[in-house]
């Protein structure tokens, strides 16, 4: 299975999926990085373990169909099967959605359909809940919308800051979304026996 990774950011759900490619916890490749932000801290992350990037900046296209395709042939030429988002700050459009149906999939830290959208980890915080977390998801044409694949629940806790909430939601991320790419990749391979 030869995966793709889109961010915009840091990228530290990228490495914890390379890392776990590497350990063969996950046994996938991730063949392509993909970012829309020039100067992201992922690129960086990509090259240290030798992965390719392909950096794009947006405003230089003349529309969101336009970009997408780029994309599309990118993926294609690096024969990728499954497109893996980890912070990418960008909707989906119809022509990378129809270019890889049923695999494309996100990472969102709350427990949807609560918190979509920007800032999910401050949102939970404001309103004070007791328990938040993460989900995994397929993604459709909306913002944090789509199947749930999987999800776990991490508890605020009376003394938790935003840091502290934000530092337990990660830990979760990191484990969760190898864990959860593993499960479906395996379910993919049964498929197609
Ligand atoms: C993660 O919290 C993820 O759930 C959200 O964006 C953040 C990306 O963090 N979609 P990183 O770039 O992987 O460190």
Known sequence: MKIAVFASGSGSNAEAIIQATRA????????????????????????????????YIPKNFASKVAYEEDIVQQLKENQIDFIVLAGYMRLIGTTLLAAYEGRIVNIHPSLLPAFAGLDAI?????????????????????????????????????????ESLTK????????????????????HKVEGE
Do not use: W
Request: charged letters at 25%; glycine letters at 6%; hydrophobic letters at 40%.
């Open 24 to 55: 063969r916890s996950l046994q996938a490749e991730v063949a392509l990085v993909i970012c829309d932000k020039q100067g992201a801290k992922v690129v960086e992350r990509a090259a240290s373990y030798d992965i390719p990037v392909y950096e």
């Open 122 to 162: 401050g949102q939970a915080f404001e309103a004070g809940v007791k328990v938040t977390g993460v989900t995994v998801h397929y993604v459709d044409e909306g913002m944090d919308t789509g199947p749930i694949i999987a999800q776990e629940a991490v508890q605020v806790e009376i003394n938790d800051t935003r």
């Open 168 to 187: 337990k939601i990660q830990a979760v991320e990191h484990k969760l979304y190898p864990e959860t790419l593993q499960a479906i990749f395996s379910l």
